[in-house]
């Protein structure tokens, strides 16, 4: 079967059995959000225990607070409701693994998928690239714990954003699927 074929037969056993959930509010229930990664490891809904019609999830490659991130969170307090936020980056994130520059450099080379070794991504595919993704900040991350830090942070310090939103800082642990607090990101997350 092909993925689209997978995909929707899988949709189909979903929506036989939709019930009650054809009715749930817009807003989510219970009032909260996640930013997160894109990593398929990650399955917020199991990892924090949601179901549909409960919370506002956003995800992005390393669940970086990106200026349409924070659009999101944004609409999801100012016109959905929500009063409390995580911010969920993980360990072994893909993010870590490359620079700047160093994607740039791949793009410019071909619009192939790059080949992941021991040193790194490199590029196997036959030209033309494009420059275009010089002028992309990619947001990468060197340090996992640091990039929750400034993600909270600069979340807190948004204009947009109130100061009676909490905002916690957690890494979510590939190999155990624990959740580990980042203590000096909850800190900066307080509600002011
Ligand atoms: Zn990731």
Same mark, same amino acid.
């Given at each position: 079967?092909?993925? $689209?074929?997978?995909?929707?037969?899988?949709?189909? *056993?979903?929506?036989?059995? &939709?019930?009650?959930?054809?009715?749930?509010?817009?807003?989510?229930?219970?009032?909260?959000? =996640?930013?997160?990664?894109?990593?398929?490891?990650?399955?917020?809904?199991?990892?924090?225990?949601?179901?549909?019609?409960?919370?506002?999830?956003?995800?992005?490659?390393?669940?970086?607070?990106?200026?349409?991130? =924070?659009?999101? #969170?944004?609409?999801?307090?100012?016109?959905?409701?929500?009063?409390?936020? &995580?911010?969920?980056?993980?360990?072994?994130?893909?993010?870590?693994?490359?620079?700047?520059? !160093? /994607?740039?450099? #791949?793009?410019?080379?071909?619009?192939?998928?790059?080949?992941?070794?021991?040193?790194?991504?490199?590029?196997?595919?036959?030209?033309?690239?494009?420059?275009?993704?010089?002028?992309?900040?990619?947001?990468?991350?060197?340090?996992?714990?640091?990039?929750? !830090?400034? *993600?909270?942070?600069? /979340?807190?310090?948004?204009? $947009?954003?109130?100061?009676? =939103?909490? =905002?916690?800082?957690?890494?979510? *642990?590939?190999?155990?699927?624990?959740?580990?607090?980042?203590?000096?990101?909850?800190?900066?997350? $307080?509600? #002011?």
């Amino acid at each position: 079967m092909s993925i $689209l074929d997978e995909v929707l037969a899988a949709n189909a *056993d979903y929506a036989g059995s &939709f019930g009650p959930k054809g009715s749930l509010a817009l807003p989510p229930a219970r009032h909260f959000a =996640i930013l997160t990664c894109m990593d398929a490891r990650l399955d917020p809904a199991k990892y924090a225990g949601l179901s549909e019609g409960d919370a506002h999830v956003i995800r992005n490659a390393g669940g970086r607070a990106s200026n349409d991130a =924070i659009r999101s #969170l944004v609409i999801s307090y100012k016109l959905l409701g929500t009063r409390e936020w &995580f911010v969920i980056h993980h360990s072994n994130c893909g993010m870590e693994l490359f620079t700047d520059d !160093v /994607i740039r450099g #791949l793009l410019a080379n071909s619009l192939e998928t790059a080949a992941l070794g021991p040193d790194g991504f490199t590029d196997v595919g036959s030209g033309p690239g494009s420059n275009a993704a010089g002028s992309i900040d990619w947001l990468t991350i060197s340090d996992s714990a640091q990039s929750v !830090v400034d *993600d909270v942070t600069r /979340i807190r310090n948004h204009p $947009l954003v109130p100061g009676r =939103i909490p =905002i916690h800082g957690y890494i979510y *642990d590939v190999s155990t699927g624990r959740l580990v607090e980042v203590p000096e990101a909850t800190k900066a997350g $307080l509600p #002011l």
